[in-house]
């Protein structure tokens, strides 16, 4: 085993990959003819080098990869070194998953190999793949070393029972096979019981925990105890004939060694009576041979009746396993609409706690909404009061312009006359006085007009300022408005969510209503099979009768098997009743349910009648607050014309004022002396 374990690590370094520390140790470990490698991780690499090395190893006889987790590409390598093998009798690949790949590489190792005799392929997947496993079971079919094959735990359905079938009709060899906890069912197991009389080598076939009725399994079990009893019978001949043979042969040397003349009368007499045996036993044999012919022309005959019957019985059972499936059937699409109303009643459930959600998040937005709207208003109204406020200083600033103007006026007025009785005065004292008091005059008429001039300036000063409020307002009204008008268009969305969601449970009251006319057509299907299937068994009854004259020997079990058959009636009976049982409940459900559906429906128009209310409350205070910004425009316009006029005014009288000094200028005695100094 040095060698095997060199030329491994010799292999690894050409493919470029280190060799697996685990397997050098069961190398080191390895017994003389067996290679265990059980619950070892191999890698590809390790694959390819071990079907390198079984290629040529000729000292291993079992080879156990169980539980190795050997991928598809690992498996095949390992699978196509062993197809050159001659020298492998026990093959273990239990739990590796092989899956399509796999069943191929067995299938070319199979066709290919000569040697391996027991074949352990528990825990995969080969089942599934149907033309994979289709090609592993042609290969079993030409295969004439394999003694032994353990095929539990492989997904196999009826097809691939039946395709197991068809290549145990024509392999010779095969002795043992396993199909325990599979998916073979009713079909695969009719498929195998057929094919078990033209097999006469088989003699231990499992099917355990394939849901495979019981008259079948009993079939099963017959046919094997039959091949093995064959099996036995056959070894002892070939043991006594052996034995006859040897003896012949012994005696014959003897015969030879001794000679003619130094024969015995003893020993001539018993050759003498050996021959008179071999007649007598070729004639019993020839008569035992007639009379097994007649008797198996006799049970062929019985044979052919039985199978007729088993057919016929076989037919029945059949129809009943489809009753069975389609009360099955019915029973799941009860319980599918079991589960849907469970699962429309919760999902209702979770709507309405949604929807009272929803409308509990609504009110209270519509609350926030409210308040925040009634703080705006209030924020509107301070603002309003403050403009008031600042309109109110403006105008008490005007009054007090106003009054500074008359004072101005008064002043100008009494200066003027003061100037008038000084100029009067003057004129008496001299000539010279006049260019000093024009002087002093021109000095003042400018003071005045520079502060008109700064007093008008003032005032378009605080018009300006009044005109920026009036546009500070006007933005902050349109902002309002855009507020108001979003809301709007939120509470209009919410309607709509609301009128989408009452048409969403209108058509799932559609949809149950048509499940309830599917459950009625399948309930009036399930009874007319019902019919027939009783209108068929009344018929095997009637063959049944017919023929328990020609065949006594069955009539116990045509009794027992029409008891049979009233209990499965009586079960259909009572499984059809409680079917109906059932379905009048879930009628009821169902109308209560819809009861339900109505009682939502009326809450549904309960919420959209209080969505209405809130609706014409909210469009009621959008027209409040539509009134109110109308009412603000209304007084800014008011306070705009009242600016406007104030301003007039203030130019009339400004140029007054100018007209007056302008005249009072122009008329005075002192303008008709100035030219002619």
């Not at 493919?15 to 017994?31: I, K, R, W």
């Not at 307002?473 to 969601?501: D, M, Y």
């Not at 009621?620 to 600016?643: F, Q, T, V």
């Amino acid at each position: 085993m040095e060698e095997f374990q060199h030329s491994y690590r010799r292999l690894c370094k050409e493919s470029g990959a280190e060799p697996q520390e685990t397997v050098l140790q069961q190398l080191q470990e390895l017994p003389r003819g067996r290679l265990d490698l059980a619950t070892q991780s191999l890698t590809v690499e390790t694959c390819r080098a071990l079907g390198k090395l079984l290629q040529k190893e000729a000292l291993l006889t079992e080879l156990i990869l169980s539980d190795c987790m050997l991928s598809e590409e690992g498996a095949t390598l390992l699978l196509q070194g062993l197809c050159a093998n001659t020298v492998v009798r026990f093959l273990d690949l239990k739990g590796n998953n092989l899956q399509a790949a796999g069943a191929e590489a067995l299938g070319q190792l199979l066709r290919q190999n000569k040697s391996i005799q027991s074949l352990t392929l528990e825990w995969n997947n080969l089942g599934p793949w149907e033309d994979a496993f289709a090609a592993f079971c042609g290969a079993l079919a030409g295969n004439g070393a394999l003694r032994q094959l353990d095929l539990r735990n492989n997904q196999i359905s009826h097809k691939g029972a039946e395709e197991l079938a068809l290549a145990l009709t024509r392999n010779a060899h095969l002795q043992q096979l396993d199909l325990r906890w599979n998916s073979i069912g009713l079909l695969g197991g009719r498929a195998l019981v057929n094919c078990l009389p033209r097999n006469r080598t088989l003699w231990r076939l499992e099917l355990a925990g394939n849901n495979v009725p019981g008259d079948i399994l009993r079939a099963v079990e017959q046919a094997m105890d039959h091949n093995q009893e064959r099996q036995t019978t056959s070894r002892e001949n070939r043991a006594r004939t052996h034995v006859l043979s040897k003896e012949v042969q012994h005696l014959q040397e003897e015969k030879s060694r001794q000679g003619s003349g130094w024969l015995c009368p003893q020993f001539l007499d018993l050759m003498e009576t050996i021959d008179k045996q071999r007649k007598e036993m070729a004639r019993s044999s020839r008569a035992s041979a007639a009379c097994v012919g007649q008797l198996q022309e006799a049970l062929n005959e019985r044979h052919s009746i039985i199978n007729a019957l088993k057919a016929k019985l076989q037919m029945a059972e059949a129809a009943l396993a489809l009753s069975e499936q389609k009360a099955q059937g019915l029973g799941e699409l009860l319980a599918t609409a079991e589960q849907e109303q469970r699962s429309l009643a919760q999902r209702q459930a979770k709507e309405r706690r949604l929807e009272q959600q929803e409308a509990a998040e609504r009110e209270s937005k519509l609350l926030r909404d409210l308040s925040a709207a009634n703080e705006k208003h209030l924020l509107l109204r301070n603002q309003v009061d403050e403009l008031e406020r600042k309109v109110r200083s403006q105008q008490e600033q005007l009054f007090l312009a106003r009054q500074e103007l008359t004072n101005t006026a008064a002043e100008l007025k009494i200066r003027a006359v003061q100037a008038e009785e000084r100029l009067e005065l003057e004129k008496k004292r001299s000539r010279q006085s006049l260019e000093d008091v024009e002087q002093l005059r021109a000095k003042e008429v400018e003071h005045m007009t520079r502060h008109l001039e700064e007093s008008e300036r003032a005032m378009q000063e605080r018009v300006q300022r009044l005109e920026a409020s009036r546009l500070s307002l006007e933005e902050e009204l349109s902002r309002v408005k855009a507020a108001a008008l979003s809301e709007r268009g939120q509470a209009e969305e919410e309607l709509i969510k609301a009128k989408n969601q009452v048409r969403l449970e209108e058509q799932r009251l559609a949809h149950l209503e048509e499940k309830l006319r599917l459950l009625a057509q399948a309930r009036d299907e399930a009874q007319s099979a019902c019919l027939q299937q009783r209108q068929t068994v009344a018929d095997a009854q009637a063959r049944a009768s017919q023929l328990s004259l020609q065949v006594e020997g069955l009539r116990r079990r045509l009794e027992e098997l029409q008891q049979e058959l009233s209990n499965k009636d009586q079960e259909k009976v009572a499984e059809v009743t409680r079917v109906r049982v059932e379905l009048r409940e879930q009628n009821g459900r169902l109308q209560a349910e819809l009861t339900a559906q109505e009682a939502l429906k009326e809450k549904v128009a309960a919420l959209e009648r209080q969505l209405k209310v809130m609706a014409g409350d909210h469009r009621e205070a959008l027209l409040d607050r539509e009134s109110e910004n109308a009412s603000l425009r209304e007084k800014l316009r008011l306070k705009e014309a009242e600016i406007a006029r104030i301003r007039e005014e203030e130019a009339q009288r400004a140029s007054f004022l100018q007209n007056a000094v302008l005249a009072y200028v122009q008329g005075s005695p002192l303008r008709a002396l100035s030219p002619q100094k």
